[in-house]
């Protein structure tokens, strides 16, 4: 499986007068913290492709016989975790993309469970779901790279909580990340 990188990206977005924008509090309800807390200082566009791609490098040293490894009864299968990280980032665009918009509909929850028992991720090829995986966060970081100030400024309610367009990057990159770090502690030999 080759790794390949996103695009170039426009630099000077999200940065609002420091290399990352300071999330407060009320940009995202208190439990996603423990993502946004995972992010490291930097614009957090160029963090998304240079992340994603450490993420790539790991995905494709993983063989296909590894790929249906679960460390418990129970627990998601390598191919479901991706297959998680893949809905989880097209929802959280979503997101961003409707509070951008202006868009003043409360959006649901995701049921993480529900979504994974439902979704076809155990039956696909890992290869598979690394490409669909690259694919969507190359189209959300094109997304993001196009928000004007005063799009990333903007605010909605998804899960009954109010987040901030600004939030959404940085939610995806800690989630990936903390879901990078149960692959290499429970998952990967």
Same mark, same amino acid.
């Given at each position: ?79 479901? %975790?991706? &297959? +998680? ?5 097209? #929802?959280?665009?979503? /997101?961003? $993309? ?73 939610? %995806?990159? &800690? +989630? ?5 770090? #149960?692959?290499?502690? /429970?998952? $990967?030999?």
């Amino acid at each position: 499986m080759s790794v390949v990188p996103c695009f170039p990206i426009r630099r000077g977005h999200i940065t609002e007068g420091s290399d990352r924008v300071r999330l407060q509090p009320s940009d995202y309800f208190e439990y996603y913290g423990l993502y946004v807390d995972k992010v490291p200082k930097g614009n957090v566009l160029s963090l998304l492709e240079e992340k994603h791609l450490e993420t790539q490098e790991l995905l494709a040293e993983i063989p296909e016989e590894r790929a249906d490894y679960r460390y418990a009864s129970g627990k998601w299968s390598v191919k479901e %975790i991706i &297959g +998680h990280l893949i809905d989880s980032e097209r #929802v959280f665009g979503y /997101r961003a $993309l409707s509070f951008a918009r202006g868009d003043p509909a409360h959006l649901p929850s995701m049921e993480q469970d529900d979504w994974a028992a439902a979704s076809n991720a155990a039956l696909r090829p890992l290869a598979d779901l690394a490409s669909e995986f690259g694919i969507v966060r190359r189209s959300h970081i094109a997304l993001f790279a196009g928000f004007d100030d005063s799009m990333w400024k903007r605010r909605g309610t998804a899960s009954g909580f109010e987040f901030t367009v600004r939030s959404f990057p940085y939610i %995806i990159l &800690g +989630h990936e990340l903390h879901h990078l770090d #149960v692959l290499r502690e /429970r998952y $990967l030999p």
